[in-house]
């Protein structure tokens, strides 16, 4: 089970079972400390490390500062930050007295959340209506389905998509409303 994982505080940042490269101590304990939360959110934990350092730096690093910054392989470096600028969390720029590419982290938080809430679980929260919208037309197509089985059925499927429109309302304004969730829940708890 994934959770989130302690970095031990200073004595990881020094170097105790930690990868931090160069990084101060101050800097490995946060880098660390965001990893772990993007990996309990189910995205891998290097993801987190590279965007944390980017914005704890304030200007753009280079794959290779990265690579080093981290002790993280050019390959390994390459995907992350190939999955980072899909995502909408880390931008590629260019300086004009500079060749190399560089990468930005995302610096508007909730501009971050709400792109990657709006790819990734908005998509999923979809997909589970659609899948739930074919479980009942299938059990209404047999006609055998006992009635309370169909009105559970009814029941997720209005869940799933309050869950939705809450998560799109997020997208849109940055507030979460989950009172037509709650509303759905208990309204199921009070006939049971």
């Known amino acids: 089970m994934k959770g989130y994982l302690w970095t031990g505080g200073l004595e990881s940042a020094r170097g105790v079972g930690s990868n931090n490269g160069r990084l101060a101590p101050w800097e490995a304990i946060a880098v660390d400390a965001v990893g772990n939360v993007i990996e309990f959110w189910g995205f891998k934990r290097n993801q987190g490390r590279v965007w944390a350092l980017l914005y704890l730096r304030g200007e753009p690093l280079t794959a290779g500062e990265l690579e080093r910054e981290l002790e993280l392989s050019k390959g390994g470096v390459s995907m992350l930050l190939r999955d980072l600028e899909r995502w909408g969390v880390v931008r590629r720029v ?6 190399a590419w560089r990468y930005a982290a995302e ?9 990657v ?12 209506r659609a899948d739930l919208a074919e479980a009942r037309r299938l059990a209404q197509a047999a006609g ?5 089985h169909l009105s ?5 499927a209005t869940l799933a998509e309050h869950v939705e429109r809450a ?10 409303d989950v009172g037509a969730i709650l509303g759905a ?4 708890s009070n006939r049971q």
């Not at 055998?144 to 309370?148: F, G, K, Q, S």
């Not at 559970?152 to 997720?156: F, S, T």
């Not at 998560?167 to 979460?176: C, H, N, P, S, V």
């Open 107 to 115: 610096t508007d938080l909730i501009r971050m959340v709400s792109h």
């Open 117 to 128: 809430i709006e790819e990734r679980e908005a998509g999923f929260i979809e997909r589970i």
């Open 185 to 188: 829940l208990r309204e199921d």
């Open 152 to 156: 559970r059925l009814e029941k997720m």
């Open 167 to 176: 998560l799109r309302l997020f997208i849109k304004t940055a507030r979460l």
């Open 144 to 148: 055998n389905v006992p009635h309370e």
């Open 94 to 99: 260019r300086s004009p007295q500079d060749s």
